[in-house]
């Protein structure tokens, strides 16, 4: 059913526990797995610049799994666009298009009901923009607020 699948990941648990649900879907279904991590970019006036400090470690990490993927059978790539804040969910509805994807799937930050609508959520903004269908996989450990 699913062909090519993506797994949107920021380098959280949650994206983590949404990693082994698509990891199952693509080995059930002979998929190919694309690992697709948004790297937001503040604008100052001395220029662009990852919007988290801990960015590289975080691109690392996941290239590194993308090979763990590969090396377990599973075809996987890495795709790492790089957007202005708050693009998040756009680029990897337009990553979904670009790939043909067949399925996203993502995790939860675990932000309570107040906390999400504050601050935003990525899953509930690809709601409104995906290409395809989405699959949120909840936090392991929900946040209170």
């Known amino acids: 059913m699913f062909k090519v699948i993506i797994w949107a990941a920021d380098g959280s648990q949650s994206s983590e526990d949404a990693l082994s649900v698509a990891r199952g879907l693509a080995e059930n279904n002979g998929a190919r797995l694309v690992v697709v991590h948004v790297d937001e970019m503040a604008h100052s006036r001395l220029g662009r610049y990852p919007a988290r ?4 470690e975080i691109e690392l990490g996941l290239r590194r799994r993308t090979e763990e ?9 890495f795709e790492t666009p790089k ?8 680029a990897i509805a337009d990553c979904a298009r670009a790939v043909g994807a067949d399925l996203i799937v993502a995790g939860t930050r675990g932000h309570g009901p107040v906390a999400g609508v504050v601050v935003g959520s990525v899953a509930q903004r690809l ?4 290409p395809c269908p989405l699959l949120i996989v909840p ?7």
């Open 53 to 56: 400090a801990d960015e590289g």
């Open 69 to 77: 993927l590969e090396a377990s059978g599973i075809s996987a790539s």
């Open 83 to 90: 957007v202005g804040e708050g693009g998040t969910a756009e």
């Open 127 to 130: 709601l409104h923009v995906t």
């Open 139 to 145: 936090a392991s450990h929900q946040a209170s607020t």
